[in-house]
């Protein structure tokens, strides 16, 4: 099996983007949108408003009247729609609700089949620091290529300043038509180096798997996402570790920022017994279960490693095989990302995502908010792991596991 980790020491980054993709923990639903979004319709361009006897959509077209009157410049109808849909949202103050326009959905629905447009690098977001940066390079792509450095700053992407924008905005500007250039400018050691790639179609691999251990046969997979794709990979993964005869196994979701939950809880399904996996609960109290069918339960030492990164679907599968007892959590604490997003799609190729629902373990916790602690707390040596790759974190995970199977 393939050794896939030394290209993959991008993925121990804040925030991660895979393959510069928009990863996103929700299930795509249709709705009807106007329990949604009330009087608000996409209409004629020049004409965004509410319906005009409502107290809000008269307020706007005062606000649309003193524009045209005394504005310097031309309006900018459409973006004026998309701020008012926008805006509706927001005023939710929820993060992680969203709405997304035509170009941005297309962009998503793209992300999440496997494949985009791109340069084939993993972009993280730097909360410290507040810039988005280079967090792991695919090697063959048009990155890697030019010479792009794992810890570069992004700057500017095609003239625009992008120095403050979360890894989620660089990614989308970046990305474009396979076939097409895009021109940035990095920052590296304070200095600027520009960079002109063509973007191409990316793979995204999101599961990695080999021996770590070949005396004691221990297995190891690395998930970095939970998108469409990760499913078939994952049991691809499984049934080549299994028939290497492997007497353990470590799953590495260390910044791992979640996905799609059917896809996590049916990963889960194949190390769990039969049972409950997971369960929501909606603001009315009405409760929607995830059940394992045990049939391909793994019945030999695990180790999840998990940090603060590991999010939403990631903690859902970790937590699970944490209260069944079939892993030990080793690492740092997870993020704290549990509730389920609906994305609504509107007729003119908009979308709507919406917070509909609170994700609970088996064991009736939420972990909205509170992340899960691991069972025995290794932080990552930082220094060593970037001077000659060091992992002290994976090393505890093989000592456990040894020791589980004297």
Do not use: W
Request: net charge negative; hydrophobic share 35%; aromatic share 8%.
């Amino acid at each position: 099996m393939e050794e896939n980790r030394k290209n993959n020491k991008g993925l121990f980054a804040a925030g991660i983007f895979v393959g510069m993709a928009i990863i996103i923990a929700i299930s795509f639903t249709a709705v009807n949108i106007t329990t949604l979004i009330s009087q608000y319709v996409p209409g004629k361009t020049g004409e965004a408003s509410v319906s005009d006897d409502s107290k809000v959509g008269r307020k706007i077209k005062s606000i649309e009247k003193l524009i045209d009157k005394y504005y310097v410049d031309p309006r900018d109808t459409k973006a004026e729609e998309e701020g008012i849909y926008k805006g509706i949202i927001d005023s939710l103050g929820d993060r992680y609700s969203t709405y997304y326009t035509a170009e941005e959905m297309e962009k998503t629905m793209e992300d999440n089949a496997g494949e985009y447009g791109g340069i084939g690098c993993y972009i993280a977001y730097d909360i410290n620091a507040g810039n988005s940066y280079v967090a792991g390079i695919i090697p063959g792509y048009a990155a890697d290529k030019a010479g792009l450095q794992e810890g570069d700053i992004f700057y500017k992407v095609d003239g625009e300043e992008v120095i403050e924008c979360n890894s989620e905005e660089v990614s989308g500007k970046v990305r474009g038509l396979a076939g097409t250039t895009v021109n940035i400018i990095m920052l590296r050691d304070g200095k600027e180096l520009e960079f002109t790639l063509i973007r191409s179609l990316v793979e995204v691999k999101s599961v990695s798997a080999n021996i770590a251990d070949e005396k004691e046969k221990i297995g190891y997979i690395q998930i970095s996402s939970f998108d469409l794709a990760t499913k078939d990979q994952f049991h691809d993964a499984m049934d080549e570790l299994e028939a290497e005869g492997v007497n353990a196994l470590i799953i590495d979701l260390r910044d791992n920022p979640g996905g799609d939950v059917d896809v996590a809880t049916d990963m889960a399904s194949r190390l769990l017994p039969k049972g409950l996996i997971i369960y929501t609960e909606d603001k009315n109290g009405n409760r929607d279960e995830y059940m394992g069918d045990g049939e391909k339960e793994f019945k030999k030492p695990m180790v999840i490693l998990v940090n603060g990164n590991s999010a939403s679907a990631a903690e859902i599968f970790s937590g699970a095989l944490k209260d069944y007892g079939k892993a030990t959590l080793v690492g740092e604490k997870t993020y704290g990302k549990g509730v389920v997003q609906v994305v609504v799609p509107m007729a003119d190729g908009s979308a709507v995502k919406l917070t509909t629902a609170k994700y609970y373990l088996p064991n009736g916790e939420c972990i909205h908010g509170e992340g899960i602690e691991p069972d025995v707390k290794v932080e990552l040596d930082v220094d060593a792991y970037r001077s000659d790759g060091k992992d002290n974190q994976k090393e505890e995970a093989l000592k456990i596991l040894k020791e589980k199977l004297k």
